[in-house]
């Protein structure tokens, strides 16, 4: 679907509107002028176009917009972040940060701790207990 002249100027409305905080400002007649070009384009790819190129804050006018070679016209990857997990026998009982965190951080004033876990699975437990009765238990089976 082609887009109309009402949508267009919607779409420069946002497309102003979405410019980020210190970067050039746009005006609506020149992003009207770049949606000219790429009027007989789909709409929803012209959305997407107008949103990637009003967040580019190097872009100094709209007229990538028009420009169906220009970067704006290219739908990037998203990059997606994972945490990463932090058990409780690697995170640092003073100081709360993972290991890797707290054995690489600078010390200041009368904080001297070293890397303590939080946790420490504690010896000879019930668990270790049930285990080795377990182990004894297969090692008789097998034995049979
Ligand atoms: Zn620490």
Same mark, same amino acid.
């Not at 012209?46 to 990637?52: D, F, I, L, Q």
């Not at 994972?82 to 951080?105: A, I």
């Not at 010896?123 to 049979?144: P, Q, T, W």
């Given at each position: 679907?082609?887009?109309?002249?009402?949508?267009?100027?919607?779409?420069?409305?946002?497309?102003?509107? %979405?410019?980020?905080?210190?970067? +050039? !400002?746009? /005006?609506?007649?020149? &992003? *009207? %002028?770049?949606?000219?070009?790429? +009027? !007989?384009? /789909?709409?929803?790819? &012209? *959305?997407?176009?107008?949103?990637?190129?009003?967040?580019?804050?190097?872009?100094?006018?709209?007229?990538?917009?028009?420009?169906?070679?220009?970067?704006?016209?290219?739908?990037?990857?998203?990059?997606?972040?994972?945490?990463?997990?932090?058990?409780?026998?690697?995170?640092?009982?003073?100081?709360?940060?993972?290991?890797?965190?707290?054995?690489?951080?600078?010390?200041?004033?009368?904080?001297?701790?070293?890397?303590?876990?939080?946790?420490?699975?504690?010896?000879?437990?019930?668990?270790?207990?049930?285990?080795?009765?377990?182990?004894?238990?297969?090692?008789?089976?097998?034995?049979?």
């Amino acid at each position: 679907m082609p887009v109309t002249k009402p949508q267009a100027e919607m779409l420069a409305t946002l497309a102003v509107a %979405a410019r980020p905080h210190g970067a +050039r !400002h746009w /005006d609506a007649p020149g &992003v *009207m %002028a770049a949606l000219a070009n790429i +009027r !007989h384009l /789909d709409l929803a790819e &012209v *959305m997407m176009a107008v949103g990637r190129a009003a967040r580019d804050r190097t872009l100094e006018t709209p007229a990538a917009i028009g420009n169906t070679a220009a970067p704006c016209w290219i739908e990037r990857p998203v990059e997606r972040w994972t945490p990463t997990k932090t058990t409780r026998s690697d995170r640092c009982g003073e100081c709360n940060k993972p290991r890797d965190v707290c054995e690489r951080t600078a010390r200041w004033g009368d904080d001297t701790h070293e890397f303590r876990p939080d946790y420490i699975q504690p010896a000879g437990s019930a668990v270790d207990e049930l285990r080795d009765i377990k182990h004894a238990a297969m090692a008789a089976k097998e034995e049979s």
